[in-house]
């Protein structure tokens, strides 16, 4: 029979408790964050600008046309996709897939992406924080998260 001391307890209690705790969480969503806006910039390219020119704070992320002269079928001829959880790119990549994009440079189909945008080679934990503060910004009004894409 295992003898549990106040210690033991203690131990216990915490490894079960700790990780459902929102801390470390936040603080990989936060340094997410900053990689995400300091570091690699991707709302100067992802954000649509305001009739003035800057970044549309309601709209973050959520991916704009950045041709301005519209191809004859009136559909920007370039877009810059949302990569927020509630964009496409999420539901058809999922996280694994923008992890992997981050880390490796291509797409699940292992392409590099085209025009402008950075085919990156980052260090895991570094994509993994921006992909933790990508997903942070689901929308209140969003449908329930989609399991798709497991976590590491
Ligand atoms: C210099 C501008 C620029 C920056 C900075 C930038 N992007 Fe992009 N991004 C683009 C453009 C342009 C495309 C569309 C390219 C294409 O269709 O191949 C794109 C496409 C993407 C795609 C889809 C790629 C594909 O193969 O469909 C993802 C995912 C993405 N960006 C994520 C990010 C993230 C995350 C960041 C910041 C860490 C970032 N981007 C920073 C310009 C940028």
Redesign the pocket.
């Known amino acids: 029979m295992i003898h549990f001391t106040k210690t033991t307890t203690a131990v216990l209690l915490a490894v079960l408790i700790l990780p459902g705790l929102a801390f470390p969480e936040a603080t990989l969503i936060e340094r997410g964050k900053q990689?995400?806006e300091q570091v690699?910039?991707?709302q100067?390219?992802?954000t649509r600008r305001t009739p003035t020119g800057n970044l549309d704070k309601g709209a973050w992320l959520q991916g704009t046309p950045?041709d301005p002269a519209p191809a004859p079928s009136g559909k920007p001829t370039?877009?810059?996709?949302d990569?927020t959880p509630e964009g496409t790119?999420w539901i058809l990549?999922g996280e694994r897939g923008?992890l992997n994009?981050?880390e490796k440079g291509t797409?699940p189909s292992g392409?590099?992406?085209?025009?402008?945008?950075?085919a990156?080679k980052m260090r895991h934990d570094d994509a993994e924080a921006?992909v933790a503060y990508?997903k942070s910004l689901r929308r209140p009004s969003a449908p329930a998260s989609s399991s798709r894409g497991s976590r590491r």
């Open positions: 990689l995400t690699a910039k991707c100067d390219c992802h950045i370039i877009r810059i996709p990569i790119l990549w923008m994009f981050l797409s392409a590099t992406p085209s025009t402008h945008m950075p990156y921006i990508l």
